[in-house]
């Protein structure tokens, strides 16, 4: 636990800053690298505690992992010569790392166990077991599998046709990679299609991978074949500064090489909606599109956030309600229950702790209401150990009238390590 008091008098954001690589794609990247035979290498890797607790997993593997900086080679003997790991792997705070392995494993040929933090072993994993099983999959687990710790014991799958109950990539992504080694063509179909990252990749990897609206799928035995990733910056990361430039009065914040995935973009559609001045610029069209997006204070306005926007800015939601708190009017988010089950129950969290800062918000059974502006003061904040809920106290604090505390900062180098470092770079004192 690393508690922190923040005191910004009349600050003022201006700069650039680049925000650290794709959470998604970094794991992704990790896993990929070590399904494939041969020599993998990243650019642009988060060195986030989450990622590289991925990378921990899959050297009890037998899998080579170099890390040097933000560059990373991977060196496979291929998912079928994984050696069977003499210990437990442990997913830390990652609900990715833990269901998306889930999916990996259960196609592999070893016996391993996977378990995580106090956060983890609370978070539903039948969603992606109940799945796997249908596929065929052995996995034994605490409460018949929904908790951790996980058994699992590597076989031949079966493909399944699967309609998804909750829009959810990690869920997708976990069948998938399964498919990769069951017999037949795997499919999963979604309502709304949640971020593609785990779809971009394997293409990337050579495989063939079938996509047509909600509907995603691809035939088993195909093995992946060893390539370069570049990661582009994290969306999610950036939106912490994109919400502090256009809250903190006569501000400019430049953030480059931000990931534009369309499945990841909602709070840019968000933002305008809002009355946010943004300008996308040097936009690049790679496996994963990128943009430079400059943010500058405004008068904002209240919106609505709901429906098929919410699987594309899932993880901004407490930022963005922090951002609701300075609009005009009333900002409703709904059809977000899926907060609930995060690294904490997010609804809970922005709602209690954006009241302390003086907030008026209130929780609804699957969102929150808030009416605003309002001005916010000093307070005694909790994060829960969510690097998101830390992240929005510290935002809040730039534009508190007064000492902000937040009780634990360490959990931000989950997903955003050097934090603290790019609030300093940006904030210029005008007293
Ligand atoms: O990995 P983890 O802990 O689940 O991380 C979170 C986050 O806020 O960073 C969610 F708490 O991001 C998830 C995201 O919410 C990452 C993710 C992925 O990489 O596939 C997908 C989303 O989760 P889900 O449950 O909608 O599939």
């Known amino acids: 636990m690393t508690e922190k008091t923040l005191h910004y008098l009349n600050c003022t954001l201006q700069g650039a800053v680049t925000v650290p690589g794709d959470k998604s794609v970094s794991h992704r990247s990790i896993?990929?690298?070590?399904?494939?035979?041969?020599?993998?290498?990243?650019?642009?890797?988060?060195?986030?505690?989450?990622?590289?607790d991925t990378i921990k997993c899959f050297r009890k593997l037998g899998v080579t992992i170099d890390v040097q900086g933000?560059?990373?080679?991977?060196?496979?003997?291929?998912?079928?010569a994984w050696q069977e790991p003499s210990e437990v792997l442990y997913t830390g705070n990652s609900g990715t790392t833990t269901r998306l392995m889930l999916g990996v494993l259960a196609g592999s040929k070893v016996h391993s166990i996977m378990t995580g933090d106090a956060s983890i072993a609370k978070r539903p994993m039948r969603r992606v077991v109940d799945p796997l099983r249908l596929m065929e999959a052995d996995i034994r687990g605490r409460a018949n599998g929904q908790f951790t710790p996980l058994a699992?014991?590597?076989?031949?799958?079966?493909?399944?046709?699967?309609?998804?109950?909750?829009?959810?990539?990690?869920?997708?992504?976990?069948?998938l990679l399964a498919g990769l080694h069951a017999e037949g063509t795997t499919i999963v179909r979604e309502d709304v299609v949640s971020r593609d990252h785990t779809e971009r990749?394997?293409?990337?990897?050579?495989?063939?991978?079938?996509?047509?609206?909600?509907?995603?799928?691809?035939?088993?035995?195909?093995t992946l074949?060893?390539?370069?990733?570049?990661?582009?910056?994290?969306?999610s990361s950036a939106a912490f500064f994109l919400v502090a430039g256009a809250i903190v009065p006569n501000s400019e914040v430049v953030l480059d090489n931000v990931g534009m995935n369309e499945t990841r973009d909602g709070i840019i559609d968000v933002?305008?909606?809002?009355?946010?001045?943004?300008?996308?610029?040097?936009?690049?069209?790679?496996?994963?599109?990128?943009?430079?997006?400059?943010?500058?204070?405004?008068?904002?306005?209240?919106?609505?956030?709901?429906g098929a926007l919410i699987p594309r800015l899932i993880d901004e939601i407490p930022i963005l309600a922090l951002l609701a708190t300075q609009a005009h009017?009333?900002?409703?988010i709904r059809d977000a229950e899926e907060l609930k089950v995060k690294e904490t129950d997010r609804i809970t969290a922005v709602v209690d702790e954006l009241t302390k800062l003086g907030a008026t918000i209130e929780a609804t059974n699957d969102g929150m209401v808030i009416t605003g502006p309002t001005p916010l003061h000093g307070a005694h904040l909790r994060s829960y150990?969510?690097?998101?809920?830390?992240?929005m106290g510290a935002i809040a604090a730039l534009i508190a009238d007064g000492e902000v505390t937040i009780d634990d900062t360490a959990c931000i180098a989950i997903s955003y390590p050097n934090f603290f470092e790019h609030i300093e770079q940006l904030t210029k004192s005008l007293s």
């Open 31 to 52: 896993m990929f690298g070590a399904m494939a035979t041969g020599t993998t290498t990243v650019e642009g890797f988060l060195l986030g505690e989450d990622c590289l």
């Open 70 to 80: 933000t560059n990373v080679t991977i060196t496979s003997p291929g998912i079928a």
């Open 152 to 175: 699992i014991q590597g076989k031949t799958l079966k493909a399944i046709d699967y309609k998804m109950p909750v829009a959810s990539a990690q869920v997708k992504s976990a069948i």
């Open 201 to 222: 990749m394997l293409r990337q990897f050579g495989v063939t991978v079938a996509t047509e609206g909600g509907v995603a799928s691809l035939a088993g035995g195909q």
């Open 225 to 235: 074949t060893a390539t370069h990733v570049a990661v582009p910056g994290d969306i």
């Open 271 to 306: 933002l305008r909606a809002m009355n946010v001045n943004l300008r996308v610029s040097n936009e690049m069209n790679g496996a994963e599109p990128t943009a430079t997006l400059t943010v500058t204070s405004s008068t904002l306005q209240s919106t609505t956030i709901g």
């Open 329 to 332: 009017g009333t900002t409703i």
């Open 385 to 391: 150990g969510d690097h998101r809920i830390g992240m």
